[in-house]
C-alpha cells in the first residue's frame, strides 16, 4: 500500500500539523505544504505562529494529509510521524511551494525573514500511515484504523 504515501502528497495541497508545547499541550493546524519525494515535507509560516513556537521547543510532530472533500466513508487519508525545524536550505523549500502555488501567487525570498515575516520549516518523516476503513474487505477491521507501510510494501 506504499503506493498510496506519493499519490496523497502529490494529490492535496494542505496538510494539518499536530505539535505541542513542553508542557505537552496539543496544538493543530492547517499548512499550504509540499513535499520532497516521500521523506520532507516544507511550508511556511510565520515563526511566532503558535505551531512554530511548539516546534522550537518540541521538535516532533504529528501530520496528517486528507481531501477533505472526499464523500462521508470515501476518504483516504495519510498520518506520518516527524521531525521539524526550520530548512536548511529555504530556496529549495520556496521551489518546491511555489511549484504548487498558482502563477503570481509565488513566495520569493522577501518573504523570508530577516526581511519578511515568514520562515520556510521542512519535516523530515521517519514513519508513514495509511488510513484503512472500516470493513475493508482486505482487512480483519470493523472501524477505522491505520497500517504503517513502508517503501516496497505489498499492494494488498
Do not use: K, Q
Amino acid at each position: 500500500m506504499w503506493e498510496t504515501v506519493p499519490r496523497l502528497l502529490a494529490e492535496n495541497r494542505y496538510a494539518v500539523l499536530g505539535t505541542a508545547d513542553r508542557h505537552g499541550l496539543p496544538w493543530a493546524t492547517p499548512v499550504f505544504f509540499a513535499a520532497h519525494a516521500t521523506d520532507h515535507i516544507v511550508w511556511v509560516s510565520a515563526p511566532d505562529s503558535r505551531h512554530s513556537r511548539n516546534l522550537a521547543e518540541r521538535p516532533e510532530l504529528a501530520i496528517t494529509v486528507f481531501d477533505s472533500h472526499a464523500p462521508v466513508g470515501g476518504a483516504e487519508a495519510l498520518y506520518l510521524e516527524a521531525v521539524a525545524g526550520p530548512a536548511d536550505d529555504a530556496g529549495a523549500a520556496l521551489a518546491l511551494l511555489n511549484a504548487r502555488l498558482p502563477a503570481g501567487r509565488e513566495l520569493t525570498g522577501d518573504d523570508l525573514a530577516p526581511s519578511g515575516r515568514l520562515l520556510a520549516y521542512r519535516a523530515d518523516v521517519s514513519r508513514h500511515f495509511v488510513l484503512i476503513r472500516g470493513r475493508d474487505p482486505r482487512f480483519d477491521n470493523v472501524t477505522d484504523a491505520r497500517l504503517l507501510v513502508t517503501p516496497g510494501s505489498p499492494a494488498d
